[in-house]
Structures are given as structure tokens and as C-alpha cells.
């Protein structure tokens, strides 16, 4: 019933740029938060950023000031622009969502298949 499609991710050098997209599809009735997480190999998954559907944003310690997240409420998108990236930074991201789907009157938290992002020289 929902998909979220992501992209953008790959190899970059240290100090280079990446930005990930994830579009939500399906029977959407409405989107609460939607953020990115990544998970590094033999780490357990964590919160990289969110943003409300107003516009609120969170950053992880570790991004702030090099990451910036944004949406697309009516395309029900949203994207990270990664920049400045280290070698910590490597991990499959992940993209989340809180919606809603027509029908139904809870929200829930849906997940997309993830994407990897690679840096090294």
C-alpha cells in the first residue's frame, strides 16, 4: 500500500557532497515527520535527521552544520543534502516516514529499502 523509493546514494571522496531523495507513494492520507537514519556496519540504527510537516527540523550531533534536510510536502518527498562528508559517515540511510493511509486512524512509521553512502579515497 506504501512505498518509499529512495536514491542518490554512492561513493564520494572525503570533504565531497551527496544528496539523497525518498518519494512516498501509495494511499497517503497525510505525512507527520519524515527523517533519515543510517546504519553502519556492526552499529545499530540511528536518527541522522527530521523534519515535521511544519518544518521542524533535528540533526544528529554528528551532522549538524554539514547536513541539511528539506521536504516536499505536496510531492510527499524528501531529501538530505549531504555535504563536507567523512569516512564515518559511510552507512546504508535509511528513510522513514509517520503517515497515515486513508481508511485508517492511526499513524505509522513506514521504511524505505535504504540506500548506501560510501566515502573514501
Known amino acids: 500500500q506504501v512505498q518509499l523509493v529512495e536514491s542518490g546514494g554512492g561513493l564520494v571522496q572525503p570533504g565531497g557532497s551527496l544528496r539523497l531523495s525518498c518519494a512516498a507513494s501509495g494511499s497517503i492520507f497525510s505525512i507527520n515527520a519524515m527523517g533519515w537514519y543510517r546504519q553502519a556496519p556492526g552499529k545499530q540504527r540511528e536518527l541522522v535527521a527530521t523534519?515535521?510537516?511544519?518544518?521542524?527540523?533535528n540533526y544528529a550531533d554528528s551532522v549538524k552544520g554539514r547536513f541539511t534536510i528539506a521536504r516536499d510536502n505536496a510531492k510527499n518527498t524528501v531529501w538530505l543534502q549531504m555535504s563536507i562528508l567523512k569516512p564515518e559517515d559511510t552507512a546504508v540511510y535509511y528513510c522513514?516516514?509517520?503517515?497515515?493511509?486513508?481508511?485508517?486512524?492511526?499513524?505509522?512509521?513506514?521504511w524505505g529499502q535504504g540506500t548506501q553512502v560510501t566515502v573514501s579515497s
Open positions: 523534519i515535521t510537516n511544519g518544518g521542524r527540523t
Open positions: 522513514a516516514a509517520d503517515l497515515r493511509l486513508y481508511g485508517y486512524t492511526s499513524y505509522l512509521t513506514y
